[in-house]
């Protein structure tokens, strides 16, 4: 199995800035893509950015020019650099890793989500 650590959402004010960091582990032996996705209150879960081993980004088109990710491929960390926030971005933040293949058996792959981490942004 994969465990996937969040950490790095907090409450900040309009036009600030966070940095979330995704840390996967277990009998890993490759993941394809990891990401963001975010649900705020009474809306549906939503793709944010995610990023492929190979290094092709995809962003949400509301936090283009804003959120930045990137990733750690030896480490099997991603991270959300996330500035000039606004209030809209507030939501719960989950990291999906995807196309998963462990050790075990390479052949297969798997998507995981993370628990999720808050981000509240207001003043």
């Known amino acids: 199995q994969v465990q996937l650590e969040e950490s790095g959402g907090g409450l900040v004010q309009p036009g600030g800035s966070l940095r979330l960091s995704c840390a996967a582990s277990g009998r890993i032996f490759s993941i394809n893509h990891m990401g963001w996705y975010r649900q705020a209150p009474g809306k549906q879960r939503e793709l944010v950015a995610t990023?492929?081993?190979?290094?092709?980004?995809n962003y949400a088109d509301s936090v283009k020019g804003r959120f930045t990710i990137s990733r750690d491929n030896p480490k099997n960390t991603a991270y959300l650099q996330m500035n000039s926030l606004k209030p809209e971005d507030t939501a719960v933040y989950y990291c999906?890793?995807?196309?998963?293949?462990?050790?075990?058996?390479?052949?297969?792959?798997?998507?995981?989500w993370g628990q999720g981490t808050q981000v509240t942004v207001s003043s």
């Open positions: 999906k890793t995807g196309r998963v293949r462990l050790w075990a058996d390479p052949n297969r792959e798997y998507d995981y």
């Open positions: 990023m492929t081993v190979g290094g092709n980004r």
